[in-house]
Nanobody, 127 residues
C-alpha cells in the first residue's frame, strides 16, 4: 500500500518560518514527481510547488515564489517544503502528492496528474 505522511505544520506569527516534511512508502520514490498543494477554508485546492525525480527541476506558484523552497531526499523517500516570510494568507491545510507522470504540465501542478495524496497538515499564520 502507498502512504504519504506530512508533518511539521503548526501555529506561527507573520514573517516567521516553518519546514514541512512528507515521508513516502509503498512507491519507488525516485521515479515520482512530488508536489505540495494547499487548501484554505472555502477555497479550492491550489498548487504550491513541485519537484522532479532528481531535484534538478522545480516549479512554484507565483504567490510563494522567492519565499518557499521545495527539496527532496531520495535516500530517505522524503520531500520538504521550507516556508519563509510567512503571511496570514498562507494559512491552509498543506498536502503532499506524488505523480507517476513526469511531464512539464504535471510539474506545473496540472490537473489530474497526481495519483497519491497525504492526509494534510495545518499551517496557521497569525498577524
Amino acid at each position: 500500500q502507498v502512504q504519504l505522511v506530512e508533518s511539521g505544520g503548526g501555529l506561527v506569527q507573520d514573517r516567521d518560518s516553518l519546514r514541512l516534511s512528507c515521508a513516502a512508502s509503498g512507491i519507488t520514490f525516485r521515479f515520482y514527481t512530488m508536489g505540495w498543494f494547499r487548501q484554505a477554508p472555502g477555497k479550492e485546492r491550489e498548487f504550491v510547488a513541485a519537484i522532479n525525480w532528481s531535484g534538478g527541476i522545480t516549479y512554484y506558484a507565483d504567490s510563494v515564489k522567492g519565499r518557499f523552497t521545495i527539496s527532496r531526499d531520495n535516500a530517505k523517500s522524503t520531500v520538504y517544503l521550507q516556508m519563509n516570510s510567512l503571511r496570514p494568507e498562507d494559512t491552509a491545510v498543506y498536502y503532499c502528492a506524488g505523480s507517476h507522470d513526469t511531464t512539464a504540465q504535471c510539474l506545473r501542478g496540472g490537473p489530474n496528474c497526481y495519483n497519491y495524496w497525504g492526509q494534510g497538515t495545518q499551517v496557521t499564520v497569525s498577524s
